[in-house]
T-cell receptor, first 114, second 113 residues
Framework: EPEVTQTPSHQVTQMGQEVILRCVPI?????FYWYRQILGQKVEFLVS????????KSEIFDDQFSVERPDGSNFTLKIRSTKLEDSAMYFC????????????FGPGTRLTVL | QKEVEQDPGPLSVPEGAIVSLNCTYS??????FMWYRQYSRKGPELLMY????GNKEDGRFTAQVDKSSKYISLFIRDSQPSDSATYLC?????????????FGKGTLLTVNP
C-alpha cells in the first residue's frame, strides 16, 4: 500500500542551525502539507503546497520556514535558523486531488533543538 | 477563539466496553468532520469522516455529528486492546485553493485486556 515517508526520523540540531526535513508523498498525489505537533499539544497546520507554490500558510510559518518540491518526488521543509521552540514532531501529508477527506500522513520527524 | 475542543483524557476502559469520544467545534460553517487515530511515534491515520450531520458506521466504529450543538462523537463498540491509541478529532475546511485540517488535542485511550 502506498505511504508517505519522511526522513530523518529524528533530527537533533543546535539553536541557530538550518535543518531540512524531507518527505516523499504518495506518487500520484498533488497537494502537500506540513503540520507540526509540539509535545503535549495539538497537531497544527503549517503550510499547504500545490502546483509548485504555497496555497496557504499559518501564522507559525514565518520567514524562517520555506518549502520546496525540488524534483518530482521529494517535498522539503527548511527551517533557516532553528529556535528552541521549533522542537516538535513534523508531519508531512499528501492528498490526491479531489479527495477531500483523505490526507495521508507520514510517520513524522522528531526535531530536537538544543 | 478555539476552533476544536477535545477532552484529552486519559480514558481507560476494559476490553469489550463501549467507548465514547467527543469534541466540540466553534464554527457552524464547518462541514467535514474527521476522526484520526494516532499510535505512539506514528503519524495520524484517518479512521473515518462525516459530511454534514448524522451518523456514519464502519465496523465497530460510529461517527456522529450534531450540528445544532456543534458536537462530534466517535463510538467504539466491543473495544479491543489494539484500539489503544490517541484519537484526534479534526475539522477539514477550506484554506485558499485547498483544504486543511484543524485538530483537537486528542484523547488518549487505553483498552485493558
Amino acid at each position: 500500500e502506498p505511504e508517505v515517508t519522511q526522513t530523518p526520523s529524528h533530527q537533533v540540531t543546535q539553536m541557530g542551525q538550518e535543518v531540512i526535513l524531507r518527505c516523499v508523498p504518495i506518487s500520484n498525489h498533488l497537494y502537500f502539507y506540513w503540520y507540526r505537533q509540539i509535545l503535549g499539544q495539538k497537531v497544527e497546520f503549517l503550510v499547504s503546497f500545490y502546483n509548485n507554490e504555497i496555497s496557504e500558510k499559518s501564522e507559525i510559518f514565518d520567514d524562517q520556514f520555506s518549502v520546496e518540491r525540488p524534483d518530482g518526488s521529494n517535498f522539503t521543509l527548511k527551517i533557516r535558523s532553528t529556535k528552541l521552540e521549533d522542537s516538535a514532531m513534523y508531519f508531512c501529508a499528501s492528498v490526491l486531488a479531489g479527495e477531500v477527506g483523505e490526507q495521508f500522513f507520514g510517520p513524522g520527524t522528531r526535531l530536537t533543538v538544543l | 477563539q478555539k476552533e476544536v475542543e477535545q477532552d484529552p483524557g486519559p480514558l481507560s476502559v476494559p476490553e469489550g466496553a463501549i467507548v465514547s469520544l467527543n469534541c466540540t467545534y466553534s464554527n457552524s460553517a464547518f462541514q467535514y468532520f474527521m476522526w484520526y487515530r494516532q499510535y505512539s511515534r506514528k503519524g495520524p491515520e484517518l479512521l473515518m469522516y462525516t459530511y454534514s450531520s448524522g451518523n456514519k458506521e464502519d465496523g465497530r466504529f460510529t461517527a456522529q455529528v450534531d450540528k445544532s450543538s456543534k458536537y462530534i462523537s466517535l463510538f467504539i463498540r466491543d473495544s479491543q486492546p489494539s484500539d489503544s491509541a490517541t484519537y484526534l478529532c479534526a475539522i477539514l475546511h477550506s484554506g485558499g485553493s485547498n483544504y486543511k485540517l484543524t485538530f483537537g488535542k486528542g484523547t488518549l485511550l487505553t483498552v485493558n485486556p
